[in-house]
């Protein structure tokens, strides 16, 4: 990896050992609850992924209100990570609350419809424009479902990605290219079950040429696909690729596969409205049930009609679509009451400023120390990165400085700062205050100080 040249790595170091000794000294009460949730807890956390918060071990909240959350130890923070973009509403919304307080009494699940569904799928249809729409748990769940549907329509096996993209526990995505350009898993894939050439191709993002090398192949049934990416740093579009991505999957049949799950961001109706895309399938998950898992899938008519005999068929009950607790009636009136009363015009109306502001904050200190690092807004999000803008997903993965990172997160931790983890993220939400912006500012600023010296 290219690391930031101006970092002295030993004062790095040094540094990063004095914010682990702050951290233990903060946080007694949470390093008593990670001793006994030790016992009988694998590695000692509920997911793996935990085990990476900065620090010995996660913080455990107790309570998330608006924008910040506290801790056990007593803390308040500025919650810039938001669930890593399932509590984008900000935390703790009381019409989310009442709607599911009500529903848990009226009954949670029962394998039938309840009136919410029809609501919800018309408040999609006018936000998104998508035709049909269908529920799944997570963006992950929607996500293989209708990689399914797409091999089922076009008999295809294979799925194209882009470079350290990110579309949840998805096989087909949990993939890379070897320095031979051979699709291999992605280092950390787990238990794979068959070689990922055998399912997916991938491409670098922002790069027709080598999109159209692999679709010329004849064998992709979907083209999955961020907007912009923001699993590996935020990397928008360039002027016309998606364009062209629209025009190369109509040419070689592969169905467009929109994923909203961050891009959201971009406003009530993500990408695909601000932007004016027009996916086959389209993908959205994390925030639209306040933070209740809860996703869901779409696809145009005419893909509609062409499922739509197959879906009535007897065979449906073992499709690999659903599952018994999906689109149950709780999470249908989450985001019932999540769609009516968040996300909306107005909210962005106040996060995509805040997030501009954050962004001008980073880009003040990159400045002011004349860095070679940049800062990237995407709608109410923005992050930082050590190096300027990367192009694809191959380049950002490329210049990932863990040492830095790891640095970064814990010193403002320690200041009452939470960050998007694994990456240097920001997702600003209606109850954050400039104060809390420039608060951001001022401990960035501080943090990159000591780091020059
Ligand atoms: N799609 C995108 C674009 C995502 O960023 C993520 C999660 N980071 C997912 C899908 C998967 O979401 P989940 O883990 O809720 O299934």
Redesign the pocket.
């Known amino acids: 990896p290219t690391l930031s040249p101006t970092i002295d790595r030993a004062r790095l170091h040094a540094l990063h050992e004095r914010e682990r000794q702050s951290f233990r000294d903060r946080n007694r009460e949470s390093a008593a609850l990670a001793r006994e949730a030790g016992a009988h807890l694998l590695s000692g956390v509920p997911m793996p992924w935990m085990t990476r918060w900065p620090g010995d071990h996660p913080l455990f909240f107790t309570g998330a209100q608006g924008a910040h959350f506290r801790d056990a130890d007593g803390h308040d923070f500025i919650d810039f990570c938001l669930g890593?973009?399932?509590a984008m509403t900000g935390h703790g919304l009381s019409v989310v609350a009442d709607a599911l307080s009500a529903q848990a009494r009226r009954g949670i699940t029962t394998m039938l419809p309840s009136g919410d569904a029809a609501w919800v799928a018309a408040e999609l249809h006018r936000r998104f424009g998508m035709a049909r729409w269908q529920f799944a748990?997570?963006?992950?769940?929607?996500?293989r479902f209708v990689l399914r549907l797409a091999r089922q329509l076009t008999g295809r096996r294979k799925v194209l990605v882009f470079d350290y993209?990110?579309?949840?526990?998805?096989d087909e995505s949990l993939v890379t290219v070897d320095a031979a350009g051979h699709v291999i898993p992605r280092p950390g894939n787990l238990g794979w079950a068959v070689p990922p050439a055998e399912i997916a191709r991938v491409a670098q993002f922002n790069d027709l040429d080598s999109v159209e090398a692999q679709l010329r192949q004849g064998d992709v049934a979907a083209v999955l696909t961020?907007p912009a990416l923001?699993?590996i740093g935020i990397v928008p579009p360039d002027e016309g690729f998606l364009a062209g991505l629209r025009a190369l999957c109509t040419r070689y049949g592969a169905y467009l596969v929109i994923?909203?799950?961050?891009?959201i961001c971009l406003g009530p109706g993500g990408a695909t409205r601000e932007w004016g895309l027009e996916p086959d399938f389209f993908?959205i998950?994390?925030p639209i049930g306040g933070g209740m898992?809860a996703?869901a899938y779409a696809m145009t008519q005419p893909i509609a009609d062409a499922l739509d005999s197959f879906l009535r068929s007897d065979d449906v009950d073992v499709s690999g679509l659903g599952g018994t607790l999906t689109g149950n009636a709780l999470a249908l009136a989450a985001m019932r009451a999540t769609l009516a009363n968040a996300l909306r015009e107005e909210d962005f109306a106040l996060t995509i400023p805040l997030a501009a502001r954050w962004a001008q904050g980073v880009q003040a200190t990159i400045d002011r120390h004349g860095l070679g690092w940049s800062v990237q807004q995407l709608g109410s999000r923005a992050e930082y990165w050590f190096c300027p803008p990367p192009r694809n997903g191959a380049q950002a993965a490329a210049a990932i400085d863990a040492d830095l990172d790891a640095f970064m997160h814990l010193y403002a931790l320690n200041r009452g700062i939470l960050l998007t983890p694994f990456h240097n993220m920001a997702l600003l939400s209606p109850f954050h205050t400039e104060a809390d912006v420039d608060r951001h500012s001022e401990v960035f600023a501080a943090a990159v100080a000591e780091v020059l010296g």
């Open positions: 890593d973009t399932g748990m997570t963006a992950t769940d929607a996500n993209s990110y579309h949840g526990t998805v961020e923001t699993n994923d909203e799950t961050h891009t993908v998950g994390k898992p996703a």
